[in-house]
């Protein structure tokens, strides 16, 4: 494909740009589908396997860990190889690692099947944002919140549809129902996507080598977006057990996971406009506040009422990303901004893997009710650090985040 990531389409290239997003989206929902149904399966390998809330966060985490930790040398591969053969093959691992999942019959063999997928599902993120990027050129920051959003879709469509299979169906023949529709979507894009094209502009390249790294008020973003991330997954890790202990059902479960899935989609948008008006500093202080105040409210309340507040609490869980993400061009030099999203990502998604592990073993040791509270004393201890990061933003304590 001609198109560079600086430059508009021409005409010709409007309708493969379209189908470009139109795959990547449909990939983004199926992946991050695949990461966060496990939260849906969590309880039935607890009963399954007689395991620890720390061994259930292991997981978990190797999952994240496998996916997190591939994302620079995926993209480093992207330079030798065109990006959609790596979709290609990156979606079909992950459709293997939940065929091999259930076929599984102890819990290593699971792990093994978890961490395989993960690693498919590193190719998606840096690959398929990168391939938005290059289609849509100079235009592509609202393609770009159109491919975000795709993946809040399916972390909204694909654990309700795993909970109502587990109905009907035993685990392992859900997670090979699953494992079937990824490997409909690597059909697609083989069939429908064009070429992404080998690496990134050559002097972008260039000029990355020549320079050093992003200065200290990208490396407070990079801290925010970690303990958010921490707050997001520990939270949902025991989301599904404090449920249970409401009286919650496993298919009420995967619709609760739905609510909050949902509000993070809503809360994209929502932060993202909040931002712009009030700034950085106050929208941050507002959703990480609220945060904590609804975690300790679902907490606190019965059944009925915390899933009345599962999609607001969604909404403040998410929003905070869109509002972080959109501050990295801010804080990076132009011809840096693909190496920032790219350790943007891979420490937030890192934190995703270790952190259900940490407060994994603080459930273990004080039980899921205290170690959901201690999620709600993160999003808390995140206020003073945005307090100095907006001290490094051009406009302040009242910064608007670019992008947003």
């Given at each position: 494909?001609?198109?560079?990531?600086?430059?508009?389409?021409?005409?010709?290239?409007?309708?493969r740009a379209?189908?470009t997003?139109?795959?990547t989206?449909?990939?983004?929902?199926?992946?991050?589908?695949?990461?966060d149904?496990?939260?849906?399966?969590?309880?039935v390998?607890?009963?399954?396997?007689?395991?620890?809330?720390?061994?259930?966060?292991?997981?978990?985490?190797?999952?994240?860990?496998?996916?997190?930790?591939?994302?620079?040398?995926?993209?480093?591969?992207a330079?030798?190889?065109?990006?959609?053969?790596i979709?290609?093959?990156?979606?079909?691992?992950?459709?293997l690692?939940?065929v091999?999942?259930?076929l599984?019959?102890?819990?290593?063999?699971?792990?093994?099947?978890l961490?395989?997928?993960?690693?498919g599902?590193?190719?998606q993120?840096?690959?398929?944002?990168?391939?938005?990027?290059r289609?849509?050129?100079?235009?592509?920051?609202?393609?770009l919140?159109i491919?975000?959003f795709?993946?809040?879709?399916?972390?909204?469509?694909?654990?309700?549809?795993?909970?109502?299979l587990?109905?009907?169906?035993?685990?392992?023949h859900?997670?090979l129902?699953?494992?079937?529709?990824?490997?409909l979507v690597?059909?697609?894009?083989?069939?429908?996507?064009?070429?992404?094209g080998?690496?990134v502009?050559?002097q972008?390249?260039?000029?990355?080598?020549?320079?050093?790294?992003?200065?200290?008020g990208f490396?407070?973003?990079?801290?925010?977006?970690?303990?958010?991330?921490?707050?997001?997954?520990?939270?949902?890790?025991?989301?599904?057990?404090l449920?249970?202990?409401?009286g919650?059902?496993?298919?009420?479960?995967?619709?609760?996971?739905?609510?909050?899935?949902?509000?993070?989609a809503a809360?994209?948008?929502?932060c993202?406009?909040?931002?712009?008006r009030?700034?950085m500093?106050?929208t941050?202080?507002?959703?990480?506040?609220?945060?904590?105040?609804?975690?300790?409210?679902?907490?606190?309340?019965?059944?009925?009422?915390?899933?009345?507040?599962?999609?607001?609490?969604?909404?403040m869980?998410?929003?905070?990303?869109?509002?972080?993400?959109?501050?990295v061009?801010?804080?990076?030099?132009?011809?840096?901004?693909?190496?920032?999203?790219?350790?943007f990502?891979?420490?937030?998604?890192?934190?995703?893997?270790?952190?259900?592990?940490?407060?994994?073993?603080?459930g273990?040791?004080?039980?899921p009710?205290?170690?959901?509270?201690?999620?709600a004393?993160?999003a808390?201890?995140?206020?003073?650090?945005?307090?100095?990061?907006?001290?490094?933003?051009?406009?302040g304590?009242?910064?608007?985040?670019?992008?947003?």
């Amino acid at each position: 494909m001609s198109v560079s990531v600086g430059a508009e389409p021409s005409r010709p290239d409007r309708a493969r740009a379209t189908r470009t997003l139109t795959v990547t989206g449909f990939n983004h929902a199926l992946h991050d589908g695949y990461t966060d149904v496990i939260y849906v399966l969590l309880p039935v390998w607890q009963a399954e396997f007689a395991l620890s809330y720390g061994m259930l966060a292991l997981l978990r985490g190797l999952y994240a860990g496998a996916m997190a930790g591939l994302q620079i040398p995926v993209g480093r591969i992207a330079e030798r190889i065109d990006g959609k053969i790596i979709l290609i093959a990156g979606t079909v691992l992950s459709a293997l690692g939940y065929v091999f999942a259930g076929l599984s019959g102890g819990v290593i063999g699971l792990g093994l099947a978890l961490a395989l997928s993960g690693a498919g599902s590193s190719t998606q993120h840096p690959i398929a944002s990168a391939a938005v990027s290059r289609a849509y050129g100079a235009a592509a920051r609202g393609p770009l919140g159109i491919y975000n959003f795709t993946g809040d879709l399916g972390k909204a469509a694909i654990p309700a549809l795993a909970s109502i299979l587990l109905v009907i169906m035993s685990w392992q023949h859900t997670l090979l129902a699953l494992a079937f529709a990824g490997l409909l979507v690597a059909v697609c894009i083989a069939l429908w996507m064009p070429s992404v094209g080998r690496g990134v502009e050559s002097q972008a390249v260039a000029a990355s080598h020549r320079q050093g790294a992003t200065g200290g008020g990208f490396s407070w973003l990079l801290a925010i977006g970690i303990l958010d991330t921490a707050v997001r997954m520990g939270f949902l890790t025991f989301l599904p057990f404090l449920l249970l202990d409401k009286g919650a059902s496993l298919p009420t479960n995967g619709f609760a996971l739905a609510l909050v899935f949902i509000g993070g989609a809503a809360g994209k948008f929502t932060c993202g406009w909040l931002g712009q008006r009030v700034g950085m500093l106050r929208t941050v202080l507002i959703t990480e506040g609220g945060t904590a105040v609804l975690i300790l409210a679902v907490l606190a309340l019965p059944l009925a009422p915390a899933m009345v507040l599962l999609p607001l609490l969604g909404v403040m869980l998410n929003g905070t990303s869109s509002v972080l993400y959109g501050t990295v061009p801010e804080l990076t030099p132009p011809h840096q901004t693909e190496r920032a999203f790219a350790l943007f990502y891979t420490g937030t998604i890192g934190s995703g893997a270790v952190a259900p592990v940490f407060y994994g073993l603080l459930g273990d040791a004080l039980g899921p009710p205290l170690a959901t509270a201690a999620t709600a004393m993160t999003a808390l201890a995140i206020c003073p650090l945005v307090v100095v990061l907006a001290r490094h933003l051009s406009g302040g304590a009242n910064a608007r985040p670019a992008g947003t």
